[in-house]
């Protein structure tokens, strides 16, 4: 029988292939061998040597006999495995060559080969037989040959260059075929092979987007890089030994490093700690200590980490600190800002307690110290060292034992080491007039360090700071105590503030507020007291709407003395009676004068070289109660919205009465309680209440985006500064949350008339001339000269006929007709004379 060439190569190519990568054996082999049997019923069969190759269970049962021992089939089957593998190598070698595709028989194809079709060439057909396409037989090849190459590498290092590159030859075949059904590669070990090739090669390229750590970690360590080799990986669990042939010192360390790496991944992973790692800690070093906090913190930064992973790295730290029999390098970690962030305050006392017990240098005979001085100092070390700790460390207790340390090597005032510490003006005399000097620092460090804490809102970090500090000055100084417990008042104003301005709708417990009044009412004249505390104090009260004690029960001493107190008993009493059925004139009247104050400059008079009088004016007057910068600062700090509605209607009758502007003039709610002219309008600063109204209005809208008034207020700052884009923004939104998106009628007295037509302005000053059609149909009365004005510009910078769904009113619609008729305009007018808008009118129109 002839068969094609390609056909008969493709034959014995399978056949080879077969025999290295299934351990399949061909039939003229088998001939080569005989079989042993034997005759004697009670000894059993004797397994040939091709059923090795064929069933790859025998090797194993073998093995699990009692006494396995040599078998004669079996070292055969190694032997013509050997002696055969050049001449497969060569076989498989030689199909790479092969550039078309492939043919196998088939059971219809045996069959056809004895009857008369062959006669017909159908067996020649390329329908006949199964299609091996040449790149899937190149697939096989290659990886089968880089398997025989990589087992050869052991004694041959070359062929190990020959197996990664038919590696590399398999992968990239893989990616080019759609379909491998006839391809017998395990890609799971293909990759294996791969890595494994790369490493023992030194094919590693560091640019590669694809390389795995793994690759660039060997990579590095070929190089003798080892530092970079050690910080690649910080969260692979990756094992190193050493060996003979790689003694240096930086392969050591980068052993410690990964082995460091391996024990927080155990960590994160709930595993248990590796022997090891356990050994390492037999010998540590505050190198090594560093380098692992590095990693934990960089582990937890990467992973987002779960409320179990921070649980598991919070025992790891805690272990460590258990172990550690230097007490150095456990402060190095009970300092750290990740162990103060993991662990809870309760688990830090207990550890404390257990390495006070453990401590050496405690003296257990003399007399009980306060709990805040109960911790041992321990082995110094550079000063340098302890004082970067010293700027770190937000533990006070860890504080004071570092300036202890620190006092011990050097006499300085310590307290001036970081530039950035500020204790207020107000204290400095009294905290730099203590006489022992550690105490100073610590009093200095501890206030500044709360005050910082305080600034980035981390309380539970400021009331340790503050806590300590108040137990170490009650003992030597009622004054400090009292500047303390003032500064615990603050903080915990802020913290009850803070979370009201998240969302918190938790009224202050009855204890902050007695706290605040008897810091209002306080009159210790030889403490020191802050302006700031007074003024929150004062805008606390304001927030939470103790108008009653503001009014009525504080002393009159006070609101002559203290300018916040007296701003604030105002304005309660100002909201106080905006509810009632008059609107109070006599208590706005007062407020008003305050703010104009505020907000007036200097006059004076100076006469000319000519002889003639003319006015000068400074930019802020010293008659208010306070500096307008001042007065800004502390109506930033209320969030009460009648407070607000108030100080908003004051700003902007105060803002229309300086601009002169009737025409234009912006809308508020309650503007009637407020006088509607002003004596001495020269000397207000008009700049300064423009930028004022500016600011009160956007602070406002930050905590409440949604109040419709201070919306269309917004939106008529804007309008008449001539900000059209932006004052339309405002009207639509204030449209909008007052009518659920537009989906219910609007109030009446949302888009007035005199809204709308401003509306209609942005509109037109924007070259949206059809939106200006579109609104002038919501007047009380059309405006049709406006519509139809607009309806003529043919520059519109809107969707112009898109918007013709919402034109209902038919006058509008008959001129919007003629119009596009006169111009040709067919397919517009169509567009015109179709039914629409019914329901934007029923949704919108109908409310105004």
Same mark, same amino acid.
């Given at each position: 029988?002839?068969?094609?060439?390609?056909?008969?190569?493709?034959?014995?190519?399978?056949?080879?292939?077969?025999?290295?990568?299934?351990?399949?054996? %061909?039939?003229?082999?088998?001939?080569?061998?005989?079989?042993?049997? +034997?005759?004697?019923?009670?000894?059993?069969?004797?397994?040939?040597?091709?059923? @090795?190759?064929?069933?790859?269970?025998?090797?194993?049962?073998?093995?699990?006999?009692?006494?396995? /021992?040599?078998?004669?089939?079996?070292?055969?089957?190694?032997?013509?495995?050997?002696?055969?593998?050049?001449?497969?190598?060569?076989?498989?070698? /030689?199909?790479?060559?092969?550039?078309?595709?492939?043919?196998?028989?088939?059971?219809?194809?045996?069959?056809?080969?004895?009857?008369?079709?062959?006669? #017909?060439?159908?067996?020649?057909?390329?329908?006949?037989? *199964?299609?091996?396409?040449?790149?899937?037989?190149?697939?096989?090849?290659?990886?089968?040959?880089?398997?025989? @190459?990589?087992?050869?590498?052991?004694?041959?290092?070359?062929?190990?260059? $020959?197996?990664?590159?038919?590696?590399?030859?398999?992968?990239?075949?893989?990616?080019?075929?759609?379909?491998?059904?006839?391809?017998?590669?395990?890609?799971?070990?293909?990759?294996?092979?791969?890595?494994?090739?790369?490493?023992?090669?030194?094919?590693?390229?560091?640019?590669?987007?694809?390389?795995?750590?793994?690759?660039?970690?060997?990579?590095?360590?070929?190089?003798?890089?080892?530092?970079?080799?050690?910080?690649?990986?910080?969260?692979?669990?990756?094992?190193?030994?050493?060996?003979?042939?790689?003694?240096? +010192?930086?392969?050591?360390?980068?052993?410690? $490093?990964?082995?460091?790496?391996?024990?927080?991944?155990?960590?994160?992973?709930?595993?248990?700690?590796?022997?090891?790692?356990?050994?390492?800690?037999?010998?540590?070093?505050?190198?090594?200590?560093?380098?692992?906090?590095?990693?934990?913190?960089?582990?937890?930064?990467?992973?987002?980490?779960?409320?179990?992973?921070?649980?598991?790295?919070?025992?790891?730290?805690?272990?460590?600190?258990?172990?550690?029999?230097?007490?150095?390098?456990?402060?190095?970690?009970?300092?750290?800002?990740?162990?103060?962030?993991?662990?809870?305050?309760?688990?830090?006392?207990?550890?404390?307690?257990?390495?006070?017990?453990?401590?050496?240098?405690?003296?257990? +005979?003399?007399?009980?110290?306060?709990?805040?001085?109960?911790?041992?100092?321990?082995?110094?070390?550079?000063?340098?060292?302890?004082?970067?700790?010293?700027?770190?460390?937000?533990?006070?207790?860890?504080?004071?034992?570092?300036?202890?340390?620190?006092?011990?090597?050097?006499?300085?005032?310590?307290?001036?080491?970081?530039?950035?510490?500020?204790?207020?003006?107000?204290?400095?005399?009294?905290?730099?007039?203590?006489?022992?000097?550690?105490?100073?620092?610590?009093?200095?460090?501890?206030?500044?360090?709360?005050?910082?804490?305080?600034?980035?809102?981390?309380?539970?970090?400021?009331?340790?700071?503050?806590?300590?500090?108040?137990?170490?000055?009650?003992?030597?100084?009622?004054?400090?105590?009292?500047?303390?417990?003032?500064?615990?008042?603050?903080?915990?104003?802020?913290?009850?503030?803070?979370?009201?301005?998240?969302?918190?709708?938790?009224?202050?417990?009855?204890?902050?507020?007695?706290?605040?009044?008897?810091?209002?009412?306080?009159?210790?004249?030889?403490?020191?007291?802050?302006?700031?505390?007074?003024?929150?104090?004062?805008?606390?009260?304001?927030?939470?709407?103790?108008?009653?004690?503001?009014?009525?029960?504080?002393?009159?001493?006070?609101?002559?003395?203290?300018?916040?107190?007296?701003?604030?008993?105002?304005?309660?009493?100002?909201?106080?009676?905006?509810?009632?059925? $008059?609107?109070?004139?006599?208590?706005?009247?007062?407020?008003?004068?305050?703010?104009?104050?505020?907000?007036?400059?200097?006059?004076?008079?100076?006469? %000319?070289?000519?002889?003639?009088?003319? *006015?000068?004016?400074?930019?802020?007057?010293?008659?208010?109660?306070?500096?307008?910068?001042?007065?800004?600062?502390?109506?930033?700090?209320?969030?009460?919205?009648?407070?607000?509605?108030?100080?908003?209607?004051?700003?902007?009758?105060?803002?229309?009465?300086?601009?002169?502007?009737?025409?234009?003039?912006?809308?508020?709610?309650?503007?009637?309680?407020?006088?509607?002219?002003?004596? #001495?309008?020269?000397?207000?600063?008009?700049?300064?209440?423009?930028?004022?109204?500016?600011?009160?209005?956007?602070?406002?809208?930050?905590?409440?985006?949604?109040?419709?008034?201070?919306?269309?207020?917004?939106?008529?700052?804007?309008?008449?500064?001539?900000?059209?884009?932006?004052?339309?923004? @405002?009207?639509?939104?204030?449209?909008?949350?007052?009518?659920?998106?537009?989906?219910?009628? *609007?109030?009446?007295?949302?888009?007035?008339?005199?809204?709308?037509?401003?509306?209609?302005?942005?509109?037109?000053?924007?070259?949206?001339?059809?939106?200006?059609?579109? *609104?002038?149909?919501?007047?009380?009365?059309?405006?049709?000269?406006?519509?139809?004005?607009?309806?003529?510009?043919?520059?519109?910078?809107?969707?112009?006929?898109?918007?013709?769904?919402?034109?209902?009113?038919?006058?509008?619609?008959?001129?919007?007709?003629?119009?596009?008729?006169?111009?040709?305009?067919?397919?517009?007018?169509?567009?015109?004379?179709?039914?629409?808008?019914?329901?934007?009118?029923?949704?919108?129109?109908?409310?105004?």
């Amino acid at each position: 029988m002839k068969l094609k060439s390609n056909r008969a190569s493709s034959q014995i190519i399978a056949i080879s292939s077969s025999l290295l990568h299934q351990g399949r054996m %061909s039939a003229e082999a088998a001939d080569r061998v005989a079989t042993v049997t +034997s005759s004697r019923p009670s000894t059993p069969l004797q397994v040939s040597w091709f059923e @090795f190759l064929l069933d790859g269970s025998l090797l194993e049962k073998h093995l699990q006999n009692t006494n396995p /021992g040599p078998c004669s089939s079996l070292r055969w089957c190694s032997r013509l495995l050997k002696e055969q593998a050049a001449d497969s190598i060569s076989v498989l070698e /030689g199909a790479l060559r092969l550039k078309k595709d492939s043919y196998v028989h088939t059971l219809r194809t045996l069959d056809l080969l004895g009857s008369d079709a062959a006669t #017909n060439g159908e067996t020649e057909s390329s329908t006949a037989g *199964l299609r091996i396409s040449a790149d899937e037989l190149h697939c096989q090849v290659h990886y089968d040959l880089g398997g025989i @190459f990589f087992q050869q590498g052991c004694t041959d290092q070359p062929a190990y260059e $020959k197996a990664r590159d038919h590696f590399r030859m398999t992968k990239e075949l893989l990616k080019k075929l759609d379909v491998t059904v006839h391809l017998h590669v395990d890609e799971k070990r293909l990759a294996g092979y791969w890595n494994a090739c790369k490493a023992l090669t030194g094919d590693c390229d560091l640019a590669d987007p694809h390389m795995t750590q793994y690759d660039q970690i060997n990579s590095l360590i070929r190089a003798h890089n080892y530092q970079v080799g050690a910080n690649a990986a910080p969260r692979n669990r990756l094992e190193m030994f050493r060996t003979r042939n790689h003694v240096e +010192s930086g392969l050591d360390e980068v052993c410690h $490093k990964l082995c460091v790496c391996n024990a927080v991944r155990d960590a994160l992973e709930g595993e248990v700690l590796s022997i090891r790692f356990q050994q390492l800690l037999l010998k540590p070093n505050k190198c090594m200590v560093d380098f692992m906090l590095e990693v934990c913190t960089r582990s937890l930064d990467r992973d987002q980490p779960s409320e179990m992973s921070r649980r598991n790295m919070a025992g790891l730290l805690r272990t460590l600190c258990e172990n550690l029999e230097d007490l150095s390098l456990v402060f190095t970690i009970t300092s750290h800002k990740l162990f103060l962030e993991l662990l809870r305050d309760e688990d830090r006392k207990v550890l404390m307690e257990q390495m006070r017990k453990r401590s050496a240098t405690i003296n257990l +005979s003399a007399k009980p110290l306060p709990s805040f001085y109960d911790i041992p100092a321990s082995a110094s070390v550079s000063i340098g060292q302890q004082e970067q700790q010293l700027v770190l460390s937000l533990d006070p207790r860890r504080i004071r034992q570092i300036l202890i340390e620190l006092h011990g090597m050097a006499e300085r005032p310590f307290w001036r080491v970081n530039s950035k510490w500020d204790v207020p003006s107000d204290y400095i005399n009294v905290v730099l007039a203590i006489k022992d000097n550690l105490t100073k620092d610590l009093v200095y460090i501890l206030v500044a360090k709360g005050l910082h804490c305080i600034s980035i809102k981390d309380f539970g970090h400021a009331r340790q700071l503050f806590s300590a500090c108040l137990e170490l000055v009650t003992e030597f100084s009622p004054k400090l105590r009292q500047v303390m417990l003032n500064e615990m008042l603050l903080l915990d104003i802020r913290a009850h503030e803070t979370m009201a301005a998240e969302g918190s709708k938790e009224r202050p417990p009855p204890d902050l507020v007695s706290r605040v009044r008897g810091y209002l009412e306080m009159r210790i004249h030889d403490v020191p007291l802050r302006q700031v505390i007074g003024e929150e104090c004062v805008a606390f009260m304001l927030n939470w709407r103790e108008n009653d004690y503001l009014t009525l029960q504080v002393p009159p001493s006070l609101v002559m003395n203290n300018p916040y107190i007296k701003l604030g008993q105002l304005l309660a009493s100002t909201c106080k009676e905006l509810p009632g059925p $008059k609107e109070s004139r006599r208590t706005a009247k007062e407020l008003w004068d305050v703010v104009v104050q505020i907000c007036s400059v200097s006059v004076q008079h100076k006469r %000319s070289s000519d002889g003639r009088l003319g *006015l000068i004016k400074q930019r802020e007057s010293s008659l208010g109660i306070m500096q307008r910068s001042k007065f800004i600062t502390f109506i930033k700090k209320l969030r009460e919205p009648l407070v607000l509605t108030t100080l908003i209607s004051l700003f902007v009758r105060l803002h229309s009465i300086v601009r002169d502007d009737i025409v234009n003039e912006v809308a508020a709610e309650h503007l009637s309680i407020w006088p509607s002219s002003l004596p #001495n309008i020269q000397t207000v600063d008009v700049e300064a209440v423009a930028v004022t109204v500016k600011e009160l209005v956007s602070y406002a809208l930050t905590l409440n985006p949604n109040n419709q008034s201070w919306l269309v207020t917004q939106a008529d700052i804007y309008f008449v500064t001539n900000q059209y884009s932006a004052a339309l923004s @405002f009207y639509l939104q204030a449209g909008a949350v007052c009518s659920d998106f537009f989906t219910k009628p *609007l109030p009446p007295d949302v888009y007035t008339d005199q809204v709308l037509k401003r509306m209609i302005k942005c509109c037109s000053m924007m070259n949206c001339h059809t939106q200006v059609a579109v *609104l002038c149909q919501f007047l009380r009365e059309v405006d049709y000269m406006t519509a139809f004005k607009a309806l003529q510009e043919q520059n519109s910078h809107d969707a112009m006929d898109s918007f013709y769904d919402y034109i209902w009113d038919v006058t509008i619609l008959e001129y919007l007709t003629h119009i596009h008729h006169k111009r040709g305009e067919m397919e517009k007018r169509q567009i015109a004379v179709s039914p629409q808008g019914l329901v934007f009118q029923a949704v919108v129109g109908g409310g105004v």
